[in-house]
């Protein structure tokens, strides 16, 4: 079982940056492959990024290419998500997933593949 706690939303204006942290509890972290989604209000929830548990192999929803990284420190059991020059847009709850993986190459884009999910952290872009 693993439980996820994301952090570090809030408001910023449009070209602003924020990052945000989802720390896992667990033995095997390290052994997750995580990924970040988003929802806004009457949407669906989109894929973001993700990253391998190695740390080595991530992928980007083209909107955010150029703009988002997600990093990870399996020493502390965190995921990160910086996220500069923020657009009104990238206005969502944010969540965070993890679901275990054989392979250190494995990236996963896909929601319903996750098997556990954070809370949620709201950020606001205003423009």
């Known amino acids: 079982q693993v439980q996820l706690v994301e952090s570090g939303g809030g408001l910023v204006q449009a070209g602003g940056s924020l990052r945000l942290s989802c720390v896992a509890s667990g033995r095997t972290f390290s052994m997750y492959a995580m990924g970040w989604f988003r929802q806004a209000p009457g949407t669906e929830r989109e894929f973001v990024t993700a990253i391998s548990w190695s740390g080595i192999y991530t992928y980007y929803a083209d909107s955010v290419k150029g703009r988002f990284t997600i990093s990870r420190d399996n020493a502390k059991n965190t995921v990160y998500l910086q996220m500069n020059s923020l657009k009104p847009e990238d206005t969502a709850v944010y969540y965070c997933?993890?679901?275990?993986?054989?392979?250190?190459?494995?990236?996963?884009?896909?929601?319903?593949?996750?098997?556990?999910w954070g809370q949620g952290t709201q950020v606001t872009v205003s423009s």
């Open positions: 997933a993890a679901v275990l993986t054989k392979l250190s190459t494995v990236v996963v884009t896909s929601a319903q593949q996750y098997d556990y």
